[in-house]
């Protein structure tokens, strides 16, 4: 099957998934993803929402933690090809079991959750609209595997909130690596290094990178380095997560 047929395959069983996910949380009663609890029309109730670890004043380039908000030292000394970094949350306990549920167990329901929590953050630090959104690529042969890119999905999503155009074609990941998961962060942007290609042009654009999870954010910085060679005049990152470093 040609990469074309696979890919129009894969848009509409995630359609259809999207659809009936929709339907049943429509017509049946809530529970909280985290602790089962009624949760109305919410897939996390109030009380669990609340104790949702947040980041604290940090970097406005890589939203690491930083005094007074000021941009690090890291990102003074080596910047990154990204401009500035919205994440909603910290990668912590429990973030990381409703990511993991939504990118391996196919909990496509939690995708409209992250959207809302990265367009509230959003909203939070008074960030400008883009001209366009893009989803983090995955590799054809990972997402036949997984069955979806948990990036688009959050991005669909944020783009029919917030009404910026979501950049869907000749924007793709060019080779299948090892999942940055297993792998040290010192080797990270190794093995990300020309993992992206785009085919528009994006001259003058401001671009908008959706994720799930921001780690070294290698992947991040490659891409943004790949859409400014195609003319975008800046790009951010919006994330639903941020891993903070060993030493926090």
């Not at 104790?51 to 908000?69: I, K, N, S, Y």
Request: with cysteine; net charge positive; glycine share 8%.
């Amino acid at each position: 099957m040609s990469n074309f047929l696979t890919g129009a395959f894969d848009r509409a069983l995630g359609r259809a998934r999207r659809g009936a996910i929709g339907a049943a949380r429509r017509a049946l009663p809530q529970r909280c993803e985290l602790c089962a609890a009624a949760s109305g029309n919410d897939l996390i109730c109030v009380a669990c929402a609340r104790d949702l670890p947040r980041l604290g004043p940090g970097c406005p380039v890589c939203a690491l933690p930083a005094p007074g908000g000021e941009v690090c030292g890291s990102c003074l000394a080596h910047p990154p090809a990204f401009d500035a970094t919205i994440a909603a949350f910290a990668y912590a306990f429990p973030i990381d079991r409703l990511i993991h549920a939504f990118k391996y167990q196919g909990r496509l329901a939690l995708a409209e959750w992250s959207a809302c929590a990265v367009l509230a953050e959003r909203l939070r630090v008074r960030r400008a609209d883009p001209d366009r959104l893009v989803a983090l690529p995955l590799s054809v042969e990972r997402q036949r595997e997984r069955g979806y890119n948990q990036a688009a999905e959050i991005a669909r999503v944020v783009a029919a909130r917030c009404g910026v155009p979501l950049l869907s074609a000749g924007l793709r990941r060019t080779r299948a690596a090892p999942p940055q998961a297993v792998l040290p962060w010192a080797a990270r942007a190794r093995n990300v290094r020309g993992a992206f290609a785009c085919d528009v042009d994006l001259t003058g654009l401001r671009i908008a990178i959706i994720d799930d999870v921001m780690t070294t954010g290698a992947s991040l910085s490659e891409l943004a380095g790949t859409l400014r060679a195609a003319g975008a005049a800046g790009v951010e990152n919006w994330v639903v997560a941020r891993t903070l470093p060993p030493a926090h």
